[in-house]
């Protein structure tokens, strides 16, 4: 077996060898001729400006004697010397040509030293003998020269489009070498080296994600059962005690303890089944236009009759929210203000234009260093902790997820001293005087 596949792989290794040498070749004939194209049509140029010229010599002369028939003399010998440049640009274009044609630039002397003999007669005076000079000899031999640059130009021609046709057929066969052949070879000899890796990749992704859930899993099991255990633990012993001792003494403080612990339960649940929600996708929202001073009142009348110092500042206005959703979030900013801070927890409101910014502040340590990097990160906080009760690390993920769903926006902030969640919603386009 290792015999059979080294032996495939040798001779997938020579037939690509092959084929880059057969596609070489034919690359380096294409560009071999394509520079002779590029010279030819180079020369083409050249011959098709020549014969240009021919005409405008043929014209100049014309011009020459016709002002001499009407005794411009001046003009008569613009027109000569303009005959004398024509034919001097011809000869050094045929010079110029990429492929010496020495009979060409022959000829065109000739036309040269013609037309420069029928000036010398026209300059002085000697009219009769410069036309007769031009329809005997000058003429002639400009038609033949420009005979000769037109069938010259039109072999040339020729000679590019067959080259042409040529440089196609080389350049299909070169593509075919080099962008079918050897890519095929490549792709046959390493075909399963790809799949392989890929695969493998696919394998520890996927191994990663599940991992990554497991993870998840373990982190929400852990906070269910010290977080909720606590609340619940609460709630069952004063209730307890309670029946068992109704002292007027103990009533007021287990029922505060009933209420606040039950309020932590219910906060938790709330936040368990938005992330639930969330992850589904499946939240609804109903905004409608809303007074911001009801939804702090309602969301702070369970902190204030536990007793919690929260001090409000918050400038009447209407703004497009869904009121739940809204009394969740802020329920969660003033939660996590009184675990990770202290009282006095400050909320101040003010409308700017269309916008409402609502902040909650506390004047506490703050988050940890881990936390505070990244706030709204779901379990940003040891759920197993004890320092932080009443809490699954979801609480400010959870605001932040419902803000946003609602066109707004929330920040973490520590300035001085004070933390600030700063949470910006959109107005009703309603501001009370």
């Given at each position: 077996?290792?015999?059979?596949?080294?032996?495939?792989?040798?001779?997938?290794?020579?037939?690509?060898?092959?084929?880059?040498?057969?596609?070489?070749?034919?690359?380096?004939?294409?560009?071999?001729?394509?520079?002779?194209?590029?010279?030819?049509?180079?020369d083409l140029s050249t011959l098709e400006r020549a014969s240009a010229e021919t005409a405008t010599h043929r014209a100049s002369l014309v011009v020459a004697f016709a002002a001499t028939g009407m005794d411009q003399?001046?003009?008569?010998?613009?027109?000569?010397?303009?005959?004398?440049?024509?034919?001097?640009?011809?000869?050094?274009?045929?010079?110029?040509?990429?492929?010496?044609?020495?009979?060409?630039?022959?000829?065109?002397?000739?036309?040269?030293?013609?037309?420069?003999?029928?000036?010398?007669?026209?300059?002085?005076?000697?009219?009769?003998?410069?036309?007769?000079?031009?329809?005997?000899?000058?003429?002639?031999?400009?038609?033949?020269?420009?005979?000769?640059?037109?069938?010259?130009?039109?072999?040339?021609?020729?000679?590019?489009?067959?080259?042409?046709?040529?440089?196609?057929?080389?350049?299909?066969t070169a593509s075919f070498v080099v962008a079918l052949l050897v890519p095929a070879m490549t792709v046959i000899g390493f075909r399963r080296v790809a799949k392989r890796r890929i695969e493998r990749e696919r394998?520890?992704?996927?191994?990663?994600?599940?991992?990554?859930?497991?993870?998840?899993?373990?982190?929400?099991?852990?906070?269910?059962?010290?977080?909720?255990?606590?609340?619940?633990?609460?709630?069952?012993?004063?209730?307890?005690?309670?029946?068992?001792?109704?002292?007027?003494?103990?009533?007021?403080?287990?029922?505060?303890?009933?209420?606040?612990?039950?309020?932590?339960?219910?906060?938790?649940?709330?936040?368990?089944?938005?992330?639930?929600?969330?992850?589904?996708?499946?939240?609804?929202?109903?905004?409608?236009?809303?007074?911001?001073?009801?939804?702090?009142?309602?969301?702070?009348?369970?902190?204030?009759?536990?007793?919690?110092?929260?001090?409000?500042?918050?400038?009447?206005?209407?703004?497009?929210?869904?009121?739940?959703?809204?009394?969740?979030?802020?329920?969660?900013?003033?939660?996590?203000?009184?675990?990770?801070?202290?009282?006095?927890?400050?909320?101040?409101?003010?409308?700017?234009?269309?916008v409402y910014r609502l902040a909650v502040c506390d004047s506490g340590p703050g988050l940890g260093p881990d936390a505070a990097a990244n706030p709204f990160r779901a379990f940003a906080n040891d759920p197993a902790?004890?320092?932080?009760?009443?809490?699954?690390?979801?609480?400010?993920?959870?605001?932040?997820?419902?803000?946003?769903?609602?066109?707004?926006?929330?920040?973490?902030?520590?300035?001085?001293?004070?933390?600030?969640?700063?949470?910006?919603?959109?107005?009703?386009?309603?501001?009370?005087?």
């Amino acid at each position: 077996m290792t015999h059979r596949r080294t032996s495939s792989w040798g001779n997938g290794a020579l037939i690509a060898a092959v084929a880059v040498a057969i596609g070489a070749s034919v690359v380096f004939a294409r560009a071999d001729q394509v520079e002779r194209i590029g010279a030819d049509a180079q020369d083409l140029s050249t011959l098709e400006r020549a014969s240009a010229e021919t005409a405008t010599h043929r014209a100049s002369l014309v011009v020459a004697f016709a002002a001499t028939g009407m005794d411009q003399d001046v003009l008569a010998g613009e027109a000569a010397a303009e005959a004398v440049l024509a034919a001097e640009r011809i000869v050094g274009l045929l010079a110029e040509l990429e492929v010496p044609r020495e009979p060409l630039v022959v000829f065109a002397e000739d036309v040269l030293s013609s037309t420069i003999e029928v000036g010398d007669h026209l300059q002085a005076g000697r009219t009769d003998i410069a036309r007769q000079l031009v329809d005997v000899s000058t003429l002639p031999k400009v038609e033949q020269l420009a005979q000769a640059i037109g069938g010259e130009a039109g072999i040339m021609a020729s000679r590019i489009a067959g080259e042409r046709s040529e440089a196609g057929s080389l350049a299909r066969t070169a593509s075919f070498v080099v962008a079918l052949l050897v890519p095929a070879m490549t792709v046959i000899g390493f075909r399963r080296v790809a799949k392989r890796r890929i695969e493998r990749e696919r394998l520890e992704a996927e191994l990663i994600r599940q991992q990554e859930l497991s993870q998840a899993k373990d982190h929400l099991i852990a906070g269910l059962s010290h977080q909720l255990r606590t609340p619940i633990t609460g709630i069952y012993g004063f209730a307890d005690l309670l029946l068992t001792y109704p002292d007027p003494d103990l009533l007021e403080e287990g029922l505060a303890t009933i209420l606040k612990e039950s309020g932590n339960l219910r906060r938790m649940v709330d936040d368990i089944l938005v992330a639930a929600r969330i992850d589904a996708d499946s939240v609804g929202y109903n905004p409608v236009e809303t007074s911001v001073a009801e939804v702090v009142d309602r969301t702070l009348s369970h902190f204030l009759r536990l007793g919690t110092l929260i001090k409000v500042d918050c400038e009447p206005c209407l703004i497009q929210v869904d009121a739940a959703r809204l009394e969740h979030a802020i329920r969660n900013l003033v939660a996590n203000a009184i675990g990770h801070g202290a009282e006095p927890i400050q909320i101040v409101g003010r409308a700017a234009g269309d916008v409402y910014r609502l902040a909650v502040c506390d004047s506490g340590p703050g988050l940890g260093p881990d936390a505070a990097a990244n706030p709204f990160r779901a379990f940003a906080n040891d759920p197993a902790s004890v320092t932080v009760r009443g809490s699954l690390g979801l609480g400010l993920s959870v605001a932040k997820t419902l803000i946003e769903a609602m066109s707004g926006t929330i920040e973490h902030t520590r300035v001085d001293g004070t933390t600030v969640f700063a949470v910006t919603l959109p107005t009703a386009g309603y501001r009370p005087g």
